[in-house]
């Protein structure tokens, strides 16, 4: 059925592209008096902006249409309706929206994008066309930091042009607040929403939220100065029903004997064997995230020589989530209180154990704590100046971004020890995986905090902190003469950017204090909350800070040899020139011709410094880097054909900063005594991008700035990929040199140590082709028919395809098996799909997101990136609105209802095949009921 329904979309899209080809005759394109890309760019903003009869849902629609057609460069846009009124209640579903992109969610929101089925580690995120920091481990941005409210638009380039800074690989996200001097009159405008969770209330928190923005935009001084501010606030509830099994799938002999190795007793192929989860969990989270952001624009245009734009942007998030989590150990490794026995193992064709009776076992009950505060800054100041034939710019930019978190966990378990228990387990039941106790674990007084299997707890507090400055010089110089019949103008321009990032993460267990085993007091409980959907029911949820700070002992340190790997820092400094010359010329009466042709000349150098362990515990201080050079030239062709038809070309070569995090200069390096041979992993420092030449041919037909369609493929041949490979060779000289002599036993002796090993870091290897194909329809079907007057659609169909296979990073083996994987984030099938009708004032949208399976990358507990399969997802939200008209006495008033999320879709992960499931996740649908008034 699900596949149906795609066919379905796919077929639908393709008539409704057909479709107007029929009525593509009956209208021609209205006439542009601009002649040039940026006058007609602005020319159709001002519309878009001025407009009293474009409204709503249409008035958004109509901005993206006319930023997508009159661009030089392949692009798809996303443009707000009204003052603080983007389509989407999270910015990042906005973007996921867009054909080709693709959202994962992460606490239920969606939070990074992938583009063209590249993970988020491909593209590069701009706000007003500088780039931005991220308070993550890596340069990805998490979207859900940069209200919706407060943006006018985003516009995402998958084509790059060379006057495009920070570009990415995949594409470039440029999100883009209002300037005030494009609107005709002041405004303000506020916002208000109440919003709950389905899953409801748990513990100490509750499954309400709330929303709130206030936005003004004004012009002074004969419109020579202009100021726009926004506000945003929001209060969102985190709520999370959630069942894990452990990692690996760990095959057995042929009969099912829990405790015994890993592979025991199955042939080398790993056939014949059973496979089996170690453990299983679930878990209800509750928590919130508090987030404040703030937007100014000051704009100052005393002549048509000189405007200058000063940006800032500030936003801050809180967050507190606790989770209170059953879990028992199945591999017999549970406190050495006797052999597991399973009688009555369900095993599936496939060799996997799907259920049984487990006796013997001795679960606990966990705590889960984590905080976190979020900042970002951002300023930015340009400088234009119109002296004629010649325009010059200047651009100063700084962005800093900061995280600080705490991560505490403490265990409980029945006491006195032990206190055995039978459970029935069920791992493929139509919704969650089942695991049913037979012991009561709803009593507080009961459950001990006591070294469990897992010890009493452990936490961490990771901080990072990112700071990018740049600046920038630009001209462009008008032509004449024979090549200004082919080239408007001439750009030239230099940038520098200095970015510094380093992080920090102290750990250590959490030790019981001298009181020993203890309950936790009953004012330091939450209350209950129920595990039903696991078939468990209640358990306690208790302050698990609360019970640190009053039952135990927490000193986070770094100075340990396998925490020297989390603390690092890292530098980059990369002078960017670039010259780009503007196609606007006329082929014959018909056809003419916009784009550029130009080069980008890249000089990076890159640094970072850490720690490096020796095997006996000996500390090293490194600092290792690179400089080279790169040269990206790129050409975008725009053919505009009579009826309103553009074909689009572009050719390029591309690149992606390496991860910072793979960039890490920590290493670990060990000595085999016995033959002296030397060997180590870490980071590298001196990681070359990922590189890409890549070919895109779009073609487009517009009617208007009302509709279009467009079919478009991408080709990209990677010839450079970045992962994990063992090379020979590597010099340890330096590590050898501060290697302390070691003493051999009596009688024998130490071959010399050698100074060249084996070294497995990240590394640039082979890379290989991808290519896609992207379907778009943005259609109202008054077009058709007046009878459909107010309807429409925007609809899209993107299929990818990649030929590159790529070995698992260090610590996903688990989760993906060893043998190569394809690309992280590559869904071979994206499709999205809006439905509207507008009309009166009434707004009712329908919107639908839908992604084929592909390989998402999380967090593990040590804070490691991992990768696992993930479900394709098909996510659904809706809302309905009214707009009080001008002769109303409510004017500037309107009301809606949304809601995301609407069928309760799950997150669903697995082990290699999907009859081995790792995680079943549900964070519930939220319902938003709201306000916004404009005047």
Known sequence: MVQMKRNMLSVALVAAIGMTATVASAQSAPANDATTKQDAKKADEKNVLDSVVVT??????????????????????????????????????????LPGLSAQRVAGRAQVISVRGLSPDFSTTLLNGREMVSTGDNRSVE???????????VTVYKTPDAGLIGQGLSGTIDMHTVRPLDFSKSVTAVGVRGQRNSLGSAANQSANGNRFNASYIGQFFDRKFGIALGYAHSENPLQEEQVGLYEPWEPIGPTWRPG?????????????????????????????????????????????????????????????????????NLGDYNGGYGHINVTNPQINGNGTFEGGTAANLYPLVRGMYDKRDDKIKAFGWRNDFNL????????????????????????????????LDTLNLAYTSNGFPQLNPGLNYSDPSKLYLQNTIYGSGYGKVPEVHDTLKSARVGASFGLSGALG????????????????????????????????????????QYGLVNLGFAGIGNIPAWNVPGAVARYMTFDPQINQSYLYAKTWSLSEKITTAYLKANLDTQLGSDVSLRGNIGVQVQHVDQSSSANSVLNNNTILPVTLGAKYNEVLPSMNLAFMFPHDQALRFALAKQTARPRIDDMNASISFGVDNATGKTGGGGGNPQLRPWRANALDISYEKYFGTKAYVSAAFYYKQLTSYIFNQTSDG???????????????????????????????????????????VELTASLPFEMFTPVLKGFGVVASASFNDSSIKIPPPDGSQTSVGNNPIALPGLSKRVYNLTAYYERNGFEARISQRRRSDFIGEIGNFNGNRTLRYVVGENITDAQVSYNFSDSSSLKGLSVLLQATNLTDSP???????KDRPLEYIKWGRTVLLGASYKF
């Open 56 to 97: 709503g849902i249409r008035r958004g629609i109509e901005g993206a249409i006319s930023t997508k057609k009159n661009s030089t460069s392949i692009v798809e846009a996303v443009s707000a309706e009204d003052i603080g009124k983007l389509p989407d209640v999270s910015i990042a579903e906005s973007i996921a929206r």
């Open 388 to 419: 004629g034939n010649a325009k010059l710019f200047t651009d100063l930019s700084y962005s800093h971004a900061d995280r600080k978190e705490l991560s505490l966990e403490n265990n409980t378990q029945l006491y006195p020890a032990p206190q």
């Open 143 to 153: 979207f859900d930091q940069y209200p919706s409210e407060l943006m006018a638009g």
């Open 730 to 772: 590597y010099d340890w000289s330096n590590y050898v040199a501060s290697y302390p002599a070691q003493t051999p036993p009596a009688g024998s002796t130490y071959p010399p140590i050698q100074s060249h090993g084996t070294f497995t870091a990240p590394q640039n290897g082979k890379g290989g082709k991808m290519q896609g």
């Open 260 to 328: 015994v190795p890993s592979g025991a007793g199955c042939p080398a192929s790993g056939s014949n064997c059973t496979y089996y989860s170690e453990g299983i969990k679930a878990l209800r989270g509750t928590g919130f995230e508090k987030r404040d952001a703030v937007m100014a624009t000051l704009e100052f245009r005393p002549s048509s020589v000189w405007t200058s734009t000063l940006d800032m942007f500030y936003t801050k998030s809180h967050s507190k989530y606790t989770a209170n989590q059953f879990e028992v």
């Open 907 to 913: 997150y669903k992960t697995y082990a290699q095949t």
């Open 485 to 524: 019949k082919w080239f408007s103008d001439i750009e030239v321009g230099l940038n520098y950017a200095d970015r510094e990032k380093n992080k920090k993460q102290p750990e250590a267990s959490i030790n019981l204090g001298p009181q020993g085993v203890t309950s936790i007091a009953p004012d330091l």
